[in-house]
C-alpha cells in the first residue's frame, strides 16, 4: 500500500463560504507561541476546499461518528440550552397592506 500523507489538526479554527465552496481552516496548537496567560495559540495549519455538497456528505459521517462516540460512552451529549423565541413563537406582524 503507498504511504500518504496526513495531516494533524487540534480543531477547525474558521470556516467560510466563498461562492459555492466551503473553506475550513485547520489548527494546532503552537509549539512555540504562547499567549498572555501562558497557553499555547493556535496557528493554522492547512485548508480543506469542499463543494457545499462535499461539505453536506461530511457532515452527514461526523454525525455518524458522534452518535457512535455517544453510544460506546466515550462522549456524552448535554442538554441543549433552552431556546430563545422560535420562529413560531415570534407574532407574525399584521398590516392591512397584506391582508
Known amino acids: ?4 500523507a496526513e495531516v ?3 480543531r477547525f479554527g474558521d470556516m467560510t463560504v466563498t461562492g459555492t465552496t466551503i473553506r475550513i481552516d ?3 496548537q503552537s ?6 496567560a ?3 495559540v493556535m496557528e ?7 463543494p457545499i455538497e462535499g461539505f453536506l ?3 452527514e459521517m461526523m454525525q455518524r461518528m458522534l452518535d ?3 453510544r460506546q460512552g466515550l462522549v456524552t451529549r448535554e442538554a441543549a440550552p433552552a431556546a430563545a423565541a422560535t420562529v413560531a413563537d415570534v407574532p407574525v406582524p399584521t398590516s392591512p397592506n397584506f391582508a
Do not use: I, K, W, Y
Not at 509549539?31 to 498572555?36: A, G, K, L, S, Y
Not at 493554522?44 to 469542499?50: D, G, H, I, N, T
Open 44 to 50: 493554522f495549519r492547512q485548508r480543506v476546499v469542499l
Open 38 to 40: 501562558g497557553q499555547p
Open 26 to 28: 485547520l489548527v494546532s
Open 1 to 4: 500500500m503507498p504511504m500518504s
Open 8 to 10: 494533524f489538526a487540534d
Open 68 to 70: 457512535l462516540l455517544v
Open 57 to 59: 456528505r461530511s457532515q
Open 31 to 36: 509549539p512555540t507561541v504562547r499567549d498572555d
